[in-house]
């Protein structure tokens, strides 16, 4: 069986087979017709396909934890200059100077004006 629905804001009708569907509505047919396809082309029409089961059951996990933790702890930190990973965030905050990794500070252009 195929499931349409109606998506117009208004009445379908579709007369080869014997169907009228108010908006939102939908129809389980056995096969598509020549006009029912020409709908879903045109957009007026949506085949909604059944969710097998198996789809909504979330799969287990391959992978132990273990094997998690140990793939975290070779993965290589690509952030940062001291490999923390942490970005310094107040780099460019002190008002008028801004401050680099190294810790030395230079003038910012137009911040005396």
């Known amino acids: 069986m195929i499931k349409v629905k109606n998506v117009r804001p208004g009445t379908l009708i579709l007369a080869d087979a014997k169907l009228k569907l108010a908006p939102g509505e939908t129809a389980e047919v056995e096969n598509l017709t020549a ?31 273990a094997a998690k933790t140990e793939a975290k702890e070779r993965a290589p930190r690509t952030s940062g200059n001291d490999g923390s990973g942490i970005a310094d965030s107040n780099a460019g905050t002190n ?3 801004a401050t680099t990794a190294s810790g030395s500070s230079s003038e910012l252009p137009g911040a005396n004006e």
């Not at 045109?42 to 934890?65: Q, T, V, Y």
């Open 95 to 97: 008002g008028d100077k």
């Open 35 to 65: 006009q029912m396809q020409r709908c879903i082309d045109d957009g007026l029409l949506a085949r909604i396909d059944p969710e097998p089961e198996a789809k909504s059951k979330p799969k287990p996990s391959s992978r132990s934890s």
